[in-house]
């Protein structure tokens, strides 16, 4: 069976865990995790980062951070993960629904601006497979609006908005006030179970390390910075355990290796498919020009369900294992009963027809080859 994910390991995890658990700092917050934090700061010119033990509790962090009262409103799209809209649920606001684009799917941002509301406090978007939202478009209406903008980045790590307006190259994660990331087995660089909170607005700095430590001033304690620590906000026990910060260096030292090895898997797909799925009218992944690929997944989205359940049987009965993922969060069993808002189309049909093939760093070339054969012959 070749497996729809397979955990890379660049040879140093066991290595940098080891030394993690002679230093005697197993807990977080040590060694390992700063080192993991300065990369991403330096690297993508994120303001403060901090590892957290996956990527839903960086997004509960950034719900506590928006600071929700009653009744207000967080514009979530409904083609994502539950982490997505569960963080902000948790802190009672009411999630307003976004649909996805006809190209990708990403957020809607021409039918954006029709959900904000005197209520709306926040936008959180999700770069779906790694490709940019609109985020020229997001950001003017935030500042238009006086909203906060989260970005859900779990499948986003080393990927870039380019904006065709200033020609700007950023970082996705560096350009809402707040991200999220993740660490998770199925993402490009991984430890096992983990996240990651960026702050690029320096208000929410300070506290957000307060939230980080259980709602104490610890962290700015153990920089000597106040001579006891007390509990002087909401948190919770949100820090990466250094033993995963461990395993997390030893994958960002290879970051470069592997993004070049994943970016070559999808291109593979993409020159073997593309021809055939002009001619049967099948769409694969669009980036569009403000966008670039950072090889987290491939997909192609089938005509119908009945085609995709067809096509997913037929690569599964040849020993590959697809997938496919997220039904629309407005229609799911907890929501359905709360949702008031118009139909989702575009969602539903992402919901109903997207099919993720085999991907990951040791995939074989040839088994890529005998993928697409059979997907061909259907």
């Known amino acids: 069976m070749i497996p729809f994910n397979k955990p890379y390991l660049t040879g140093n995890e066991t290595k940098y865990i080891e030394q993690a658990v002679f230093s005697g700092k197993i807990s977080g917050n040590g060694l390992f995790t700063h080192k993991c934090q300065y990369f991403f700061e330096q690297q993508y010119n994120i303001k403060k980062c901090l590892l957290t033990s996956s990527c839903t509790d960086a997004l509960e962090m950034c719900a506590i951070l928006t600071d929700l009262q009653p009744e207000d409103e967080v514009i979530v799209p409904s083609f994502t993960f539950v982490s997505t809209a569960l963080a902000f649920v948790r802190e009672k606001a009411n999630i307003i629904f976004a649909d996805s684009c006809v190209q990708n799917p990403n957020i809607d941002t021409e039918r954006l601006e029709i959900l904000i509301t005197p209520k709306t406090k926040a936008i959180v978007v999700v770069h779906y497979a790694g490709i940019a939202c609109d985020m020229d478009k997001v950001m003017e209406l935030a500042e238009k609006y006086n909203l906060l903008v989260i970005e859900d980045v779990a499948h986003a790590i080393d990927s870039y908005y380019i904006s065709p307006k200033t020609g700007e190259k950023k970082a996705l994660g560096s350009i809402g006030h707040l991200a999220a990331f993740s660490f998770h087995e199925t993402k490009n660089i991984i430890s096992g ?36 620590y007390e509990w002087i906000d909401t948190g919770s026990s949100f820090l990466l355990s250094e033993i995963n910060a461990a395993f997390l260096w030893a994958q960002i030292e290879n970051l470069e290796k592997i993004q070049n090895r994943r970016k070559q898997i999808w291109n593979l797909y993409y020159e073997g498919l593309k021809n055939w799925a002009e001619k049967n009218e099948i769409m694969l992944p669009f980036i569009p020009n403000y966008a670039t690929n950072n090889g987290h997944m491939f997909y192609l989205m089938c005509k119908n369900n009945s085609q995709r359940t067809a096509l997913l049987e037929s690569l599964n009965s040849k020993d590959f294992q697809a997938v496919f993922h997220y039904l629309s969060l407005h229609k799911s069993p907890y929501y359905s009963n709360k949702y008031k808002g118009e139909e989702l189309s575009f969602s539903d049909r992402y919901s109903e027809c997207l099919l993720r093939l085999p991907f990951y760093y040791e995939l074989e070339d040839a088994s890529i080859g005998e993928i697409i054969k059979i997907i061909r012959d259907f």
Not at 195 to 207: K, P, Q, V, Y
Request: no cysteine; hydrophobic share 40%; aromatic share 12%.
């Open 193 to 228: 179970e983990g996240g990651m909170l960026a702050i690029n607005d320096e208000r929410f700095i300070n506290r957000a390390e307060v939230i980080w430590g259980k709602g104490t001033n610890r962290v700015a304690f153990f920089r000597g910075e106040v001579n006891k």
